[in-house]
């Protein structure tokens, strides 16, 4: 899985979750869809993406932005 894929399946789920919240617990919880919009937006811009970051700190994130779950063989 490329990491540009993998960004927006990790957004698209964390934002239906907020959602999800949002209907069933309270209103606060729209914080966390916005968020991460705020977030998509930023990384557009800067081309700093937290998640991204993450998984090269990991090694799971080889030169052609291709992720190797549990790490390069």
Do not use: E
Not at 10 to 24: N, Q
Not at 42 to 54: A, K, R
């Amino acid at each position: 899985m490329k990491t540009d894929s993998f960004i927006r399946l990790l957004a698209g789920t964390v934002i239906l979750l907020g959602c999800a919240l949002t209907a069933f617990v309270n209103l606060w919880w729209l914080l966390v869809p916005a968020f991460v919009g705020a977030n998509l937006i930023q990384s557009t811009l800067t081309g700093f993406c937290p998640p991204t970051l993450v998984l090269r700190k990991l090694g799971w994130v080889d030169a052609d932005n291709v992720i190797h779950w549990g790490g390069q063989r």
